[in-house]
């Protein structure tokens, strides 16, 4: 009995001297962890406003054919989309575990409020981590697709400028993206139609423009290919036409000949809509000033000097 009764007294004196669990502990390592945790949530739908809006920004320009770029960017705004799902996941699990240790302390269970805590900071971090990884993959990847998308958007303005300039004061302007089947026109191709729809819009930019829309051929010598050439542009002038471009405004032309290369389009704006300077009312009537020599300074301009109000005369004194 002795015996017993000093192994029951030995394994109380073990008990004492293991490490205790305080339910005040384990609140206070909750109150460190979990204010973090939520604010990362935050933090998450932060990024998924910046990365979502870079993601649906993007876009490949009309006209443009270009299958890895259109394809690149439909999967990012897929994984865009995706991000939703990710932020909840992780919010999930930090509900979770904020949820088994507020049960464990209401329960004064104080074994199971310490294991829900030690394990809190690893669920925490991994759930964190499966949640960045769509966020850290999709601007790992947005720069490529930003700056593909941005070179097409960049040659699109840098057309619609030379287009703005032909409306403006006339010139020629290659369509080498049109293209054909025999004498008609391939409208499925993006590209072709993009650059047809540009010239609609030259076509209508003002009214006293005039264009010659031409066709080249390989064989533009021959009576066919001649015939050919016409009814190229015939398409393109009658595509133009159906889409608003009043028929007067088009001419159909020749072929533009060898000098012009690889088979293509051409446009042709003979009358832009700029007026043309005013002519010198002065030239080839003698007026003006005479011309400079070659090589000679020209003169000085001639001063303009106002001509200043002259003082009153003075009245005469009144006779005494």
């Known amino acids: 009995m002795k015996r017993f009764l000093f192994a029951v007294a030995l394994l109380a004196s073990a008990c004492d001297l293991a490490p205790r669990v305080s339910s005040d502990t384990a609140r206070d390592q909750w109150a460190t ?105 999709l601007e790992q990847r947005l720069p490529d697709a930003e700056a593909a998308a941005s070179k097409y958007l960049a040659i699109a303005a840098a057309e619609e400028q030379r287009l703005v300039r032909a409306a403006s004061e006339g010139g020629a ?75 007067a405004r088009i001419t159909v032309g020749a072929d533009p000949g060898k000098a012009q290369g690889a088979e293509h389009v051409q446009v042709l704006v003979t009358t832009g809509c700029m007026p043309p300077p005013a002519a010198d009312p002065h030239a080839g009537h003698g007026h003006g000033a005479p011309p400079v020599p070659q090589g000679a300074m020209p003169p000085p301009p001639i001063p303009v000097v106002e001509r200043m109000p002259q003082p009153a005369a003075p009245r005469p004194a009144p006779p005494n």
Do not use: W
């Not at 919010?91 to 979770?96: A, D, I, L």
């Not at 072709?192 to 003002?206: E, I, P, S, T």
């Not at 264009?211 to 190229?232: E, F, I, P, Q």
């Open 33 to 137: 962890i979990g204010p973090p945790a939520k604010a990362k949530i935050a933090e998450l739908r932060n990024r998924q406003t910046v990365v979502g809006g870079r993601a649906a920004a993007l876009r490949v320009p009309a006209g443009v054919t270009d299958p890895p770029l259109t394809a690149l960017v439909a999967e990012l705004q897929q994984k865009a989309g995706e991000l939703e799902a990710a932020i909840s996941g992780y919010e999930q699990v930090t509900s979770q575990v904020g949820g088994e240790i507020e049960a464990a302390l209401a329960r004064k269970d104080k074994i199971a409020a310490r294991r829900a805590v030690d394990s809190a900071g690893p669920r925490i971090d991994q759930a964190y981590a499966a949640a960045s990884a769509p966020f850290s993959a």
């Open 173 to 247: 302007i290659d369509l080498p993206a049109v293209r054909f089947a025999g004498s008609a026109l391939l409208l499925e191709d993006a590209a072709g139609k993009a650059a047809l729809d540009r010239v609609v819009l030259l076509g209508n930019a003002c009214e006293q423009l005039r264009m010659t829309v031409s066709a080249h051929v390989a064989d533009y010598t021959s009576a066919a290919g001649k015939t050919l050439a016409a009814a190229r542009a015939g398409a393109v002038k009658a595509y133009l036409v159906a889409a608003g471009v009043p028929d």
